[in-house]
């Protein structure tokens, strides 16, 4: 049993749901968040607060509601963000915008939010729940690869930054799980002018991957065991055999080689 304080940001469905109820029944005392707490009962295990990722207000609120209430902030898990699908040329700049805003300069708001408090502890443990995705430009994908991407690699430095503070950063890239993310991620609409022929069919193998995946308490309970670790790694990927090998095979891979196998995946 442990009784860290944890935030979990997008708490309150999905993967963001899991990893409160998964820590909750280990023991932590976790307060998760939502955009729209009027649009949510409170759950029995965690308390759910009221915070948007997109407004630096509401994060101060919530995090200075939990330092109040414990007297400390142990755990930040940054899980919340959004989807986003379309062709690059006709994917609106004002949505990439808003991609960013949330799934980037989102969890840094949280972060710097957060690190005074951890700094007087002289300890704390931030995890960053990035994406598979975030590891390769995937096609129709591309904004979304690359928010997910540049929250890996800022994550990456914060962790060198901090360490001396006692405060260690991870990434945890899932690959695709079961949760709502379609209903509220934004698509570029299929359309018959559109020169992009391929994009309809490789959106609904998209949809179909999300809706046939796993369970997102595996995420739950990777988090759980990172937070088990003496010396955490820098980054950790959850998800099927195929999706973390995919990252290998990015790495390692000519990238024309590696192309090709994306294109052919999406029958490009």
Not at 35 to 52: A, G, I, M, S, V
Not at 64 to 91: C, F, H, M, Q, W
Request: proline share 4%; with cysteine; charged share 20%.
């Amino acid at each position: 049993m442990d009784n860290k304080v944890v935030l979990v940001t997008g708490g309150s469905s999905g993967i963001g749901r899991s990893i409160c109820m998964f820590l909750s029944a280990k023991g932590y005392h976790v307060f998760g968040t939502t955009r729209n707490l009027k649009n949510h009962e409170q759950p029995k295990t965690f308390e759910l607060l009221e915070l948007d990722v997109a407004q630096e207000a509401t994060i101060e609120k919530a995090v200075s509601y939990i330092i109040d209430k414990t007297g400390r902030l142990d755990v930040l898990i940054n899980n919340a963000g959004v989807g986003i699908t379309g062709p690059l040329e006709e994917t609106p700049i004002t949505e990439m915008h808003h991609a960013f805003e949330t799934n980037l300069y989102g969890p840094m708001r949280v972060v710097q939010q957060v690190l005074p408090q951890m700094r007087q502890q002289k300890q704390g443990f931030v995890i960053n729940i990035t994406s598979i995705a975030g590891f390769m430009g995937l096609p129709y994908r591309g904004v979304y690869s690359a928010t997910k991407g540049a929250l890996e690699i800022t994550m990456e430095a914060l962790r060198m930054e901090v360490r001396g503070f006692g405060i260690t950063v991870a990434n945890l890239a899932p690959g695709d799980f079961a949760t709502n993310i379609a209903s509220g991620r934004y698509h570029v609409p299929a359309t018959e002018s559109s020169p992009y022929k391929t994009y309809q069919d490789t959106l609904e193998k998209i949809n179909d991957d999300v809706n046939h995946a796993a369970d997102p308490i595996l995420v739950a309970e990777k988090v759980h065991a990172i937070l088990q670790k003496r010396s955490p790694k820098v980054h950790y990927a959850v998800g099927s055999f195929m999706q973390k090998l995919s990252i290998t095979l990015k790495r390692f891979l000519p990238d024309k080689m590696f192309e090709k196998l994306l294109l052919n995946h999406y029958k490009l």
